[in-house]
């Protein structure tokens, strides 16, 4: 019964991390919510400073009956590495860094760790040591 709980706090720790991109960073919207893959970007204040978070959502997958996908479509143009295409960027759940230039034109990978039609996937920018 323990899971419940230490479910809850997880859930609860990823709000409270991604709340300030969230509520005071820029909204771009990738599709609608008829597509699958559909995704919201949300970009900070301070890109250095703070992860850019997609949220990755798939309402369709339960009414069509289809596998989830595995990637966001290449052709979405993540509008907050455009800015700066050479900043490299961790992807938290993998620990995998890349630069905004190869996640713009490679897509994401989806881990549905959230759910099985919905997922968070934060990218924190890498800062480099001297």
Not at 43 to 67: K, N, Q, S
Not at 101 to 120: F, H, I, K, P
């Amino acid at each position: 019964m323990a899971a419940v709980p230490d479910r809850a706090a997880e859930l609860v720790d990823r709000y409270l991390d991604i709340r300030p991109v969230v509520l005071g960073g820029r909204v771009h919207v990738h599709g609608s919510p008829d597509n699958r893959g559909y995704a919201l970007e949300f970009a900070p204040a301070d890109p250095a400073a703070e992860p850019i978070v997609m949220m990755v959502l798939d309402i369709l997958r339960e009414r069509l009956g289809g596998a989830p996908i595995d990637r966001l479509h290449p052709g979405i143009r993540l509008r907050s590495l455009s800015a700066d295409p050479d900043r490299s960027y961790r992807i938290r759940s993998t620990g995998d860094v890349f630069t905004g230039r190869r996640l713009s034109a490679a897509g994401l990978d989806v881990g549905w760790d959230l759910a099985t039609d919905c997922d968070l996937i934060s990218l924190d920018p890498v800062t480099k040591q001297l």
